[in-house]
């Protein structure tokens, strides 16, 4: 089974569409949104959910007013600053006057657990944390797998550790040969454990200066965890000039381009009629899609044909 | 500024906004870009830098005349960053969050902390506009002590403009956190709604005023309009999509600079958030 995962460094370059698009082409398939925090391809592919799973990030702590004395060592051992001085509940309780607590800031707490080591009334719990939902959904080009994690939550890089493991399953269930998954933006935390593995990472990025500069970062990234990275420059002929300056970049890489898909209106159409662009569209830029896929395709059955060779 | 989605055009609000104060000659502005990640306003800003200053998280250094190898560091330690195997403990930097709780828990008193660079805080002048970003190393996970760092730069008597990372979970609150005032920048589609609402319930929770401004606002339909105005949040401004404004920002240019006719609405912009904040400040104040 192959995993390709569509990245981009820089947001809004349109790795969403484009995995809806190549949703529409592929076959044998499973589809993963990775992108957690601000999940989108479900707005494509139209999915209907077959079940709702919990998601717990790392334990928060807790600190038990009744138990805590106010000693205020949570406090100086916290290096995230999640411990603050709690208001009191009530001007004028009568049975603590004026007694101080401690309480924590859910929104910093890392879940670290070094204010229970130092806890000397053993006040202070580590409490589960629910942080999101993930999902099994049938959409019409086959079962997604896709989360929402909760807001200002973390840990998004765990959650979507936790859609690629069910992905991989549902493909190993299925007999499915391919995952596609739509990355999240950037290059920490979430990308991180999205790239880690995959068979094939295609950098979906523009003509832009900060579409290039944020692909050379991303390309790094995919090098530094040795995944081979295929690009695809959208709306390429926005700024002519730039797209032949990432080409060059690319060249000099040592990457191939799979594929340069020029600006259509009927992108933004299929958007906002919520289905892929394949669904509604014959127009240049679905012919670019194709054209990339099918050459996405040469490339993975080589890849496959190499890794049985190997094993 | 802040979105749920990316590539809606936080940067060009930033970048516009610090400019257009700045040629108006108006207030002292600062831009700070927290996108630590792929950090992009210096490509419009074109900053001169003049000085770096890394960023390091403490990590356990363990010293093998004293560990017994007892375990307990990696027992305490949330983040699977030590293991011990052999008897002998291995640490894993990139996993470590500095949380310090394996040198609390030693009882040998084996572990002392040695700094371990995550990224760096560069500063820089560009023209009348002060200016620092953080840039997380390529590999490195944690974002938010970058941006922390970066945060800390702030000048208190001064305005900053903050660029957020996309999204909605530890990175941007890190970013939006204590902010006077939030700006969602979005654009006109489902994706660009989906992620505001994400985004709104975010600024909610932390407390943060906002508003919206709809970028490429002619490629799209009304629902984000009407979805502002059921939820009675104002949009301070609308850029319409612009053949000639994408090739502005695909070669690193300024609208502000390149249409000069934008100059007002920028500035616009800005005493509209100027009055939604002394607003805000007086019905606290009663």
Known sequence: MQELLVISGKGGTGKTSIVAALAALAEDKVLADCDVDAADLHLLLRPEVESVNEFYGSDKAVIDPGLCTGCGRCREVCRFGAVMEAKPEKENSEDDSGKLVFQVDSLECEGCGVCTLVCPAGAIAMQPNLAGYWYISATPYGPLVHAQLGLAEENSGKLVTKVRQEARRLAEENNARLIITDGPPGIGCPVISSLTGVTLALAVTEPTVAGRHDLERVVKLAGHFRVPVAVCINKYDLAPEKSREIEAYCYDAGLTIAGKIPFDADVARALVNGVPLMACSRGVAASAVQAMWDSLMVRLERMAKEQNGHS | ?286
């Not at chain 2, 998280?57 to 004293?66: A, Q, S, Y």
């Not at chain 2, 560091?73 to 996993?95: D, Q, R, W």
């Open chain 2, 1 to 286: 500024m802040a979105s749920g989605k990316g590539g809606t055009g936080k940067t060009t609000i930033v970048t516009n906004l610090a400019r257009a104060l700045a040629l108006a000659g108006k207030i002292p502005v600062q831009v700070l870009d927290c996108d630590v990640e792929e950090p992009n306003a210096h490509l419009f800003l074109k900053p001169v830098f003049h000085e770096e200053e890394e960023v390091t998280l403490p990590v356990p250094e363990v010293d093998n005349n004293r560990c017994t190898g007892c375990g307990r560091c990696s027992e305490v330690c949330a983040f699977h960053a030590l293991a011990v195997a052999g008897g002998k403990v291995i640490t894993f930097p990139e996993m470590c969050h500095g949380c310090g709780g394996c040198t609390i828990a030693c009882p040998a008193g084996a572990i002392s902390e040695k700094p371990h660079r995550i990224g760096v805080v560069a500063r820089g002048q560009a023209g009348r506009i002060d200016f620092a970003h953080g840039k997380i190393d390529v590999g490195v996970p944690l974002a938010p002590p970058v941006i922390r760092v970066v945060k800390k730069l702030a000048f208190k008597e001064r305005l900053t403009l903050i660029d957020a990372p996309p999204g909605t979970s530890c990175p941007v609150v890190a970013a939006v956190k204590d902010s006077d005032f939030c700006l969602l920048v979005t654009e006109p589609t489902p994706f660009g709604l989906n992620d505001l609402r994400l985004a709104v319930g975010m600024v909610r929770e932390l407390g943060v005023p906002f508003a919206v401004v709809i970028n490429r606002s002619t490629l799209g339909d009304l629902r984000v309009e009407r979805y502002c105005q059921r939820e009675g949040i104002p949009i301070l401004l609308k850029i319409p999509f612009d053949k000639g404004y994408a090739a502005t920002y695909a070669r690193g240019d300024c609208l502000v600079e390149e249409y000069p006719e934008w100059v007002t609405p920028f500035i616009g912009l800005w005493q509209e958030i100027e009055r939604l904040v002394s607003q805000r400040a007086r019905a606290a104040g009663n």
